[in-house]
Every structure is written in structure tokens, then in C-alpha cells.
């Protein structure tokens, strides 16, 4: 009898969730007045947070609802009347009907100050209180990216105009923000067409896009909003309806033309002093590719009564592809996000912050049909439902045009195994096939996995022809703490080293000039031992190379112990034999057991990841410490930094500079790094020869000021420099010397800049920046050494 009472009691508790169930309810908004679908508008569960947006087409979508007998439906857009409907509980079609709100014009009235400023300075001015109280939050998001092409760039068709949808990338994640700059989102379920692996979809446009920010980062380029602190004073606004009304239209444009800005226009809400929504036009100022046409519209809504947060956005792009006359593909991009169920407030950990900008959870590895049934947000308009099926029948067709133009037929097997290579378990092509003048042609094989979350290992080996050698390492790093910030590594290792900084010319260009001319840029010894070391980073991941992701900052501590012996250049084969090849530098042969350092502060030595930074190395060989067939010691330090000059203008300086004393080896000497074979790559000097100056000590400066396109949008050439040409201004000095201890001690026959005229390296050039998107020619003018200027003319990849 108990037992019955307590299941007839638990029944009764469970009563008002029997009486509810789960429901679809789809249909389109509609203009009331001219019957067009409206594209953007709200639609909502009466008081919940559950809602969606319409699509383009005007399509809505509320799918998986839990309700009791009746629902309550709330539609709204800016500009017109919200509307509410009361519907059964059962699976409905239904077209929501909006009448326009009819906006009064502004009376005309003659004033020193336009209203809309007036407005805008109380919109900012509670926006500068919700900043003083708004420090963390957590929200979920909703995520679609859509690319449509032209029919020919696509391969295929599916209806009588030129518009195809090329790919679809959609994602439910979960975002944590701590404010101003702090943004992670965790994927919880993602979905894509055929053609795009799972592993490239990292989509989640989270509210780091926000209007209501001080600044909108759009390709590198930060945009202030109409809502920065200081945006009365970049900003012209005109009020575009009747003061007096609960809901104002304000036009807006940059005060200048030469500052990056928004025209548009934005809904303020008078009552509340807060955005409704934006649509908005990056000005010409901003630089997008291929002279691109792109538009910004978001809404936003207040959280628990006070906090404006975004809640749609919608960003559409199109651009033609203007290359060289010869190639002109039509892209069209659209993004859709939907940002709902915040927590203001939230707690969590800022270790959050040290993982990827997003990452994948264990839970979107695999595919939840029912979840997209319960969560979806936006309905796919029919052709992007279509193109999901359309895409991986086209892709199992072999004789579809997918997979049967004439550039897969011949070509498309080499560059999927090519980009493979490049891909873990991978560690590069350049560990597979490389060449120089000491082991003339390598090849191997690198790897890098994981077995465990907590241990990675990198095997490589190889063998190289013309020094007869075999090569080979095995590194393995184990990771420690909930967010792998603590490491500890071990390397053992029979290599080919460099002396000089293997960042500055990379192996595939010493390959490439290697082959083609006989030029071998690198100073190599062998290297022969193992070194251990701990170390700590923090910071977001960023991506560096062949998806190997590290952090912007770090402390590592190390112990080397190697045998260091001479490697000699051979005679290889080249298409062209130089006039004077380059002799590869003897070294003292030694065992060298050392300790060192490195501190990197928003730098990476492989790859740039911040316009400011600093990376600081040292390293000690002492007897007394370790033992050790030499003493020395060394330490090096490289600085950037980038500062705008005026709005559209950026100084960049970049310092290097170094020491070493004691018995200081030929293996442990700095060289000035230089450009090679009309080539050169970023902070090497353009009118150097190659390794011309060495020494034990050094400094090294770079000033490069950028113009920009000095008036914005007139020097975007169509075919040739659709992104607009750049002008920059350069400006190098450098000093290099030994000391009379180290001449002593070598030997050294190595030419170094103190014994040249002058004492000192300087040169000076113009740069073309930005031709066809992502070359810049420099024109350069060496000072130093010479009677009178000497002019080098090279090509690089385009500053940014």
C-alpha cells in the first residue's frame, strides 16, 4: 500500500509535465502591405527565452517546443508592429503578418546640435555603466556560414541562373566571454555539406562581432562602432525620424573619409537609451578583397533588464574574383548567428581562455540528429536543404564535374596527398623531401600524434644522399594541468642544426634556390645529443604551422647536452651553377653540455602572431656548472612593435639585438640575415648579401611606415591590386663586431661589419605593398659600403 501511494503521489507531481509535449511550428513573416517575405524578424515563445529569427526567404522555424495546451507567439522587427498569436499545441504552419510602424520625419527645425546627438550621448553614456558592470558571461550560439558561387566555379547546377550553393557550415556552441577581449567557444554539435571535411568546421561567429562594442574586427582590420566612447567625435549622426517618438532611425557616417568607420543606419529605442538594431557598411576606408560589397546587420536585446547583448547577426558579402583577366569567380558568402541563453555573471575558469579560440567538444565528433531536431533555430531556406544532398551525390559521382575536371583528373591526386602531408599525423613536407649543399637530397618521413591526451610524440627520419648520412629524432612533450599549460619535453636527436635563424629563410626556399641556382643560404653543423625541458605558456592557442597550435606566451627552461661536429658542403647538383658558391662555415668540434632560457611575450619565433611583442633566449656553457668542452655565454632579444601615426597610417619598429663573450664558438656567432636570389622574407635586409656580416655581438633595427593607399579606394585596381596598393617607407640600421677575445680564440677568417667602411649597415627603400592581394615589391637603396647608393629590387609576401 505504501508502495502504491508513493507512485500515485509521484504521478501527481509529474502531472503538468504529461500535459506538455514537444512541437514544430514553421511558416514565413510577411509584410502585412506589399506581401514580401521580411527577412531578420524576431520570432518568440511569450515568455521565454526561446525564439529564432527569419531567414532570408522570410522563413522561421521553432521545432522540439515543450508546451501545454496553448502557445503564445511573439513576432517583432524594427519598423513594425510586433505581433502576438495564441496557437494550439500541435504541429502548426503558420504566416506571421507584420504591419509597418510608420516612423515620423524629424520636424525641420534649425539647431546648433542635430537631435540624433543629443541621443547618442545618452546612448553612450549608459553603455559606459553596463561596461563598468558587465565583466563575464556565458551565452549559447547558433552559427550557419553559407558560400554561393557561380555555377562554373561550383561544377555543377541546380537550377536555370548562375547561383549555386558551393558549401554550408553550421554549429551549436557554447561561448564564454570575459570583457574587453577574452572570447572561447566550445562546439557542441556541427554539421556540413560533403565537400568540407569535419575538421575544417570551426565555425562559430560569437560575440566578439558586436556592434555595441568600441571596435568591429572585420579581416584584420579593427573598425570603431557608432557606439565607441569616442564615436561623437569620428562620427556625424543625423536624426532620420521624430525625436519625440519611442523608437528613432539615426543615419550615420565617419566624419572623415581617411578613418575606418560605418555608414548606415541605427534604431535606438528612446524609453530604455539602448540599440534595437544596426545595419551597417564598412566605408572605403576598409580594405576588403577584391573590392568587395559587404553588409553588417545585428540586433540586440536586453538581458535580465539591463545588459544590451547581440542577439542575430547577419553579414552578407559578394565579390568577383578579378585575377590577372583571366579568372573572375563570383563569391557569395552569408553568415547567420543567433546568440541566446545568457548568464551574465556565469563563473568558470580562465583557463578557458588558453585553449583555441574554439574548440570541439567530444560530444560534436559525433552527428545528433536529434539534437538539430529539439535546438533548431533558423530554417534552411530550400536550396540550402537541397544542396546538402545535391553536394554528396555530386561527390559520389565519378563522373560528375566535382570529380572530373580536368584539374582533378591530372593534378588532383597530388595535391590531396600534398596537402595531406601537411596535415597531422604529418609533421610537413619539408621533413619528407628538402635539398641543400651538405646532405644534397633528403628524404624521410616526420610524424607527430598523440596516444594520450597528456603525451605527444614527433618521430622523424631520413636519410640524406650526398653526405651519406642517416638522420633522425624523437621528441616527446607530456602536458600537465586541466588546460595542458605546464609542460615537460625531451628530444633525442642526430641533425643537421643551423646557426643561423632557421625562421628567417625556411628549408623550402633554401630548397628552391638550393635546386635552381646552387645558392645555399643556411650555416649548418652536425648536431648530435638530447635536451630536456620544462616550461609554462599561457595565452590563447594560436595556429603556427601543419596544425601545431601555441600559445602567444611562454617561459621554457632547458638542458642541452650535444656533440657538435663540422658538416662540409659537397658539389650537389643545381640547374644553375653560381660564380662563387657559398663554403659552408667550420665550427669548433666539440662537446658542448649547456643550460638556457627562453621568455616569448606575445611572439613566436616561427610565426607572427602579435604586432607587438618580445622573445628573449639565452644559454650558458660553463665547466664549472656542467661539463663541457667550452664556455661561453649568449642571449638575444627580439622586439616588435606596431603604433598607428595617424588613422590610417601604422609605424611598425622592429628590434633585434645580441650578445655573447667567453670562448665564444663560430657555432654560437650571429650573422645579419638577409635576403636571397631576389627573395626576401619579413626582418631581413634587402641589400645585403647573403650572410655578408657575422659577429658576437650585434643590434639591428627596422622602421616601416605604412601610408596605406594615402586616399582610400583610388588605387584599387581591378586584376592587379583589388585590395588597394599600400605604400610604405623603410628604413634599416644594423652594427655587427667581433671582440679581440673571440678573434683570438677562432681565428675566424668570417667577414664582419667592423672591419668595412663606416662600421655600420644602413639602407633605405619604398615598398609597393598588397599587388594581386599578397606580393609587395621593395625598391632599396644601400648606403653603407658603397661610394654611392646601390639599388636592389626584391619581392616578398605582402605586409598586413
Known amino acids: 500500500m505504501r508502495i502504491l501511494l508513493l507512485v500515485l503521489a509521484g504521478l501527481m507531481c509529474m502531472h503538468p509535465l504529461l500535459a506538455q509535449h514537444r512541437i514544430t511550428i514553421r511558416g514565413t513573416v510577411i509584410d502585412s502591405t506589399t506581401k514580401l517575405p521580411i527577412r531578420f524578424a524576431t520570432v518568440r515563445i511569450d515568455g521565454t527565452t526561446t525564439g529564432t529569427f527569419s531567414s532570408r526567404d522570410g522563413g522561421y522555424l521553432l521545432r522540439g517546443i515543450a508546451v501545454p495546451d496553448t502557445i503564445r507567439i511573439v513576432a517583432s522587427m524594427v519598423g513594425y508592429d510586433p505581433l502576438t498569436i495564441v496557437l494550439p499545441a500541435r504541429d502548426t504552419t503558420v504566416d506571421l503578418l507584420l504591419s509597418e510602424r510608420q516612423l515620423r520625419t524629424a520636424p525641420i527645425v534649425v539647431r546648433a546640435e542635430d537631435p540624433a546627438v543629443g541621443i547618442m550621448r545618452q546612448v553612450l553614456a549608459r553603455k559606459s555603466r553596463q561596461t563598468d558592470s558587465l565583466k563575464r558571461y556565458t551565452y549559447m550560439l547558433y552559427s550557419k556560414f553559407v558560400a554561393i ?144 560589397k559587404l553588409s553588417y546587420r545585428q540586433t540586440f536585446r536586453l538581458v535580465d533588464g539591463w545588459a544590451v547583448m547581440p542577439e542575430t547577426m547577419h553579414i552578407a558579402s559578394s565579390l568577383t574574383a578579378d585575377v590577372l583577366f583571366v579568372l573572375s569567380p563570383r563569391l557569395d558568402i552569408s553568415i547567420e548567428t543567433y546568440c541566446y541563453d545568457y548568464d551574465l555573471g556565469a563563473a568558470f575558469d580562465d583557463g578557458v581562455f588558453d585553449q583555441r579560440r574554439v574548440e570541439i567538444t567530444r560530444q560534436a565528433e559525433r552527428f545528433d540528429e536529434s539534437y538539430w531536431q529539439q535546438n533548431a533555430k533558423v530554417a534552411l531556406r530550400p536550396e540550402e536543404a537541397a544542396a546538402y544532398e545535391e553536394i554528396r551525390i555530386a561527390l559520389e559521382n565519378p563522373d560528375s564535374l566535382l570529380t572530373n575536371t580536368l584539374f582533378d583528373r591530372y593534378f588532383g591526386e597530388v595535391n590531396r596527398v600534398l596537402r595531406r602531408l601537411n596535415r597531422r599525423p604529418f609533421t610537413g613536407f619539408e621533413d619528407i623531401v628538402r635539398y641543400n649543399r651538405v646532405h644534397g637530397l633528403y628524404t624521410g618521413l616526420g610524424m607527430r600524434f598523440r596516444p594520450d591526451t597528456a603525451l605527444e610524440l614527433a618521430p622523424t627520419l631520413g636519410y640524406g644522399f650526398a653526405d651519406r648520412r642517416a638522420y633522425g629524432s624523437l621528441s616527446a612533450t607530456v602536458f600537465m594541468g586541466e588546460f595542458q599549460q605546464w609542460t615537460i619535453d625531451a628530444t633525442l636527436r642526430h641533425s643537421l642544426a643551423r646557426r643561423d635563424d632557421p625562421y628567417s629563410v625556411r628549408t623550402a626556399l633554401i630548397t628552391a634556390t638550393s635546386f635552381m641556382s646552387g645558392i645555399d643560404y643556411g650555416d649548418y653543423y652536425y648536431a648530435t645529443g638530447w635536451e630536456g625541458g620544462i616550461g609554462y605558456s599561457w595565452g590563447q592557442l594560436r595556429f603556427i604551422r601543419n596544425d601545431v597550435y601555441e600559445r602567444p606566451s611562454r617561459l621554457r627552461l632547458f638542458v642541452r647536452d650535444e656533440r657538435q661536429t ?116 619579413p626582418g631581413t635586409f634587402r641589400g645585403m648579401r647573403v650572410k655578408e656580416f657575422y659577429g658576437d655581438r650585434f643590434v639591428a633595427l627596422t622602421l616601416a611606415h605604412n601610408f596605406g593607399e594615402v586616399v582610400p579606394g583610388v588605387l584599387r585596381i581591378p586584376n592587379i591590386a583589388s585590395l588597394g596598393l599600400e605604400f610604405i617607407l623603410t628604413s634599416s640600421l644594423a652594427w655587427t663586431a667581433f671582440s679581440e677575445k673571440t678573434r683570438s680564440y677562432t681565428a675566424t677568417m668570417l667577414p664582419a661589419l667592423d672591419v668595412t667602411a663606416g662600421g655600420f649597415y644602413a639602407e633605405y627603400g619604398l615598398a609597393i605593398n598588397r599587388i594581386l592581394l599578397f606580393l609587395r615589391l621593395d625598391v632599396t637603396a644601400r648606403v653603407t659600403q658603397r661610394t654611392s647608393p646601390q639599388f636592389y629590387v626584391t619581392l616578398s609576401t605582402a605586409t598586413f
Do not use: C
Open 566 to 681: 663540422t658538416a662540409r658542403q659537397h658539389d650537389v647538383f643545381s640547374v644553375f651553377r653560381p660564380d662563387q658558391p657559398r663554403i659552408n662555415p667550420s665550427i669548433i668540434d666539440a662537446s658542448v653540455r649547456s643550460i638556457g632560457g627562453e621568455l616569448f611575450l606575445s611572439y613566436n619565433p616561427q610565426r607572427l602572431v602579435a604586432r607587438t611583442g618580445i622573445g628573449v633566449r639565452a644559454e650558458m656553457s660553463d665547466p664549472a656548472i656542467l661539463p663541457t668542452d667550452l664556455s661561453f655565454r649568449r642571449f638575444d632579444v627580439h622586439a616588435r612593435l606596431r603604433t598607428p601615426t595617424l588613422p590610417l597610417w601604422t609605424l611598425d619598429v622592429d628590434l633585434r639585438a645580441g650578445l655573447a663573450d667567453g670562448n665564444v664558438p663560430p657555432q654560437k656567432f650571429f650573422s645579419l640575415e638577409s635576403s636571397i636570389a631576389g627573395l626576401a622574407t
Open 149 to 292: 558561387t557561380d555555377t562554373l566555379t561550383a561544377s555543377r547546377s541546380t537550377s536555370t541562373s548562375d547561383s549555386t550553393v558551393f558549401s554550408i557550415l553550421e554549429s551549436f556552441s557554447k561561448g564564454y566571454v570575459a570583457v574587453p577581449d577574452k572570447y572561447f567557444n566550445e562546439i557542441i554539435q556541427r554539421r556540413q555539406t560533403a565537400n568540407i571535411p569535419p575538421q575544417a568546421n570551426f565555425v562559430a561567429f560569437g560575440t566578439n562581432l558586436n556592434a555595441y562594442d568600441e571596435v568591429v574586427t572585420i579581416i584584420g582590420q579593427e573598425i570603431p562602432t557608432p557606439f565607441a566612447q569616442d564615436a561623437l567625435d569620428n562620427y556625424r549622426f543625423r536624426l532620420d525620424s521624430d525625436e519625440r517618438d519611442s523608437l528613432v532611425r539615426i543615419e550615420i557616417e565617419p566624419s572623415s573619409s581617411l578613418r575606418r568607420g560605418f555608414t548606415g543606419q541605427i534604431f535606438i529605442d528612446t524609453k530604455t537609451m539602448t540599440p534595437l538594431e544596426v545595419r551597417l557598411r564598412p566605408n572605403r576606408a576598409v580594405n576588403l578583397p577584391f573590392d568587395a
